[in-house]
C-alpha cells in the first residue's frame, strides 16, 4: 500500500519513513510536511489531502498526523477528517493527533529508550507523558542535548511501540487506526 503521511516538522519527516519502515515493511511512505497553522486555515484542510491523493494514487491511503498542542484532540481530529475527507472522497483518510506532542509518544516508551542518544541509563519516564507541555524539552534536559531534525528519526527506530500503546492512549489510537487502515494485523496483546 502507499501511504501518503502530511506531517508537520522536519524530524517527524524522517521519524515517519523511519518507523514504517521498521513495523510497516509493506507500506510504503512517503511524507509531506506541512505547517499546522497554515494547514488549518480554511481552504487547506481541503487543499493538502486532494494533493496527497494524487501522490498516492489509486488504491493508496492519506495521514494527516498533528501535534494537538493546547487543542483538544477528540476535537480537533474528527473536525479535520471530516474536511479531509471531503476532499478526497475516493481515498481513505487517517487522521491522528498526538496529544500536545509528537515526543510526548517518546516519554510513552522511555523505559526503551534508556541508555540511548544519550538518555541516562536509569531514566524514569513521566507518570502521564501525554500531560507532558514541553516534551522536547524533557528530552533535551536529560540527555544534554535534542535536534527534532536528527533525534527524531532515531528515537522512532528504536522506541517499543508496545510501551507506547500502553502509556499512550493517542499513540494507541493512532497505531489501531492505521492498522484497520492498512490492513495489517493487530499487535500481540500487551501483558
Not at 12 to 31: I, L
Request: hydrophobic share 40%; net charge positive.
Amino acid at each position: 500500500m502507499r501511504l501518503v503521511c502530511l506531517v508537520e516538522g522536519q524530524g517527524e519527516v524522517g521519524a515517519y519513513r523511519c518507523s514504517f519502515a521498521v513495523s510497516h515493511p509493506n507500506v510504503v511512505a512517503k511524507t509531506v510536511r506541512v505547517k499546522k497553522d497554515r494547514f488549518l486555515k480554511p481552504g487547506q484542510v481541503e487543499h493538502e489531502p486532494a494533493v496527497a491523493g494524487e501522490l498516492a494514487g489509486e488504491g493508496g491511503a492519506i495521514l494527516i498526523l498533528l501535534d494537538a498542542d493546547k487543542d483538544c484532540p477528540a476535537k480537533l481530529g474528527p473536525a479535520i477528517e471530516e474536511r479531509a475527507r471531503k476532499a478526497r472522497s475516493d481515498r481513505p483518510v487517517l487522521v491522528a493527533l498526538a496529544k500536545a506532542e509528537f515526543e510526548c509518544w517518546f516519554l510513552a516508551a522511555a523505559v526503551s529508550l534508556r541508555g540511548k542518544r544519550g538518555l541516562p541509563p536509569g531514566l524514569d519516564p513521566p507518570t502521564d507523558p501525554e500531560s507532558v507541555r514541553g516534551a522536547k524539552e524533557w528530552i533535551k534536559s536529560r540527555a544534554g542535548r535534542y535536534s527534532p531534525a536528527v533525534d527524531q528519526p532515531a528515537f522512532a527506530q528504536i522506541f517499543d511501540f508496545e510501551e507506547a500503546r500502553r502509556n499512550s492512549p493517542s499513540f494507541a489510537r493512532f497505531e489501531r487506526r492505521l492498522r484497520e487502515l492498512t490492513a495489517l494485523p493487530d499487535p500481540p496483546p500487551m501483558q
